[in-house]
């Protein structure tokens, strides 16, 4: 059960509210971030929210028991800390929310009525709608391992202990040309076999892509030279002479592991598990 702040009731009892939203948004790169329906700008403890700032809110559902509850927000792209870049460059993906309840006359007097994480975010021109997740949709997440033959954690990461700075595994590049939308013909990986980069992270170090990360989809070496394909087209238009560093990928396959990366110790997955083919097999 929720405790309205005395102040707060007080304002309802008179039957006059004075009543806005706000939003806190904590992204993931630390950068905190307010917004709210008022007219006005609104002080929010420390953090100011802006008003006009093209951000409104659906209304809300909420389930008993643990089931996800859900909403939206949404509005237009008409705030320079709401910019299409950012949310195209995913930098609000998987966000803190919170929303609060305030009496604009009196901002001190607030009532949190979610915390919650942002999902998909949908962009239609200028306009934009992010789905709101409350905290129960953690408990959906997986959580501990999985039997499964292929490895089940992501290369490089504290379990895996692949050391994904050694030469070997990065190197830095720059685009030649554009074969496409995602399509780069690209200079500086030579030396590297057909696949090492499949499933790898590129991520650009200048350009108008600047800090902007994107999984690769195929990585091909032949006489006509090195050529990456990534999973999707990037906010900004890529141009010849922008550089880049790519790492390694890993089919999360046990050979991989051992062949390409020495790392079979720290394989997370189990081989020799059987499969469909011996689970179906007639005795």
């Known amino acids: 059960m929720r405790t309205i702040p005395a102040g707060l009731q007080a304002a309802l009892d008179t039957g006059v509210t004075t009543l806005c939203r706000c939003w806190l948004i904590r992204r993931a790169d630390g950068l905190l971030l307010g917004f709210t329906d008022h ?3 609104l002080l929010l403890g ?5 008003a006009a700032s093209g951000l409104d809110a659906s209304e809300a559902t909420a389930r008993f028991g643990l089931q996800v509850d859900g909403s939206e927000v949404f509005g237009a792209l008409a705030d320079d800390a709401l910019s299409e870049a950012d949310l195209a460059a995913g930098r609000f993906d998987g966000a803190a929310i919170e929303t609060w309840l305030v009496d604009w006359t009196a901002p001190g007097e607030r009532l949190l009525l979610a915390a919650a994480t942002l999902g998909e975010v949908r962009r239609e021109g200028a306009a934009f709608t992010a789905e709101l997740r409350s905290l129960a949709q953690k408990l959906g997440q997986e959580s501990g391992r999985l039997y499964t033959g292929a490895c089940t954690v992501d290369l490089g990461d504290g379990r895996c202990r692949v050391d ?3 030469a070997a595994f990065r190197v830095s590049g720059s685009v030649a040309a554009l074969a496409g939308t995602s399509v780069l013909r690209v200079a500086g990986c030579d030396v590297y076999a057909t696949g090492w980069f499949m499933a790898g992270r590129l991520v650009f170090t200048s350009g108008a892509n600047a ?3 994107c999984e690769v989809k195929r990585h091909t070496a032949d006489a006509g ?4 394909t990534l999973w999707q087209a990037m906010p900004e238009p890529i141009a010849p ?3 880049f560093v790519i790492t ?3 089919d999360k396959q046990f050979a991989t592991c051992r062949d390409r990366f020495g790392n079979a110790a720290n394989f997370r997955g189990f081989p020799h598990i059987p499969g469909n083919d011996y ?3 007639h005795a």
């Open 39 to 41: 007219d006005e700008d």
């Open 211 to 213: 800090g902007v990360a």
């Open 164 to 166: 994904l700075s050694a």
């Open 241 to 243: 002479g922008d550089t």
């Open 46 to 50: 420390a953090t100011l929210c802006r």
């Open 248 to 250: 390694a990928g890993c």
């Open 279 to 281: 689970v179906i097999s």
């Open 225 to 228: 030279g090195v050529t990456v």
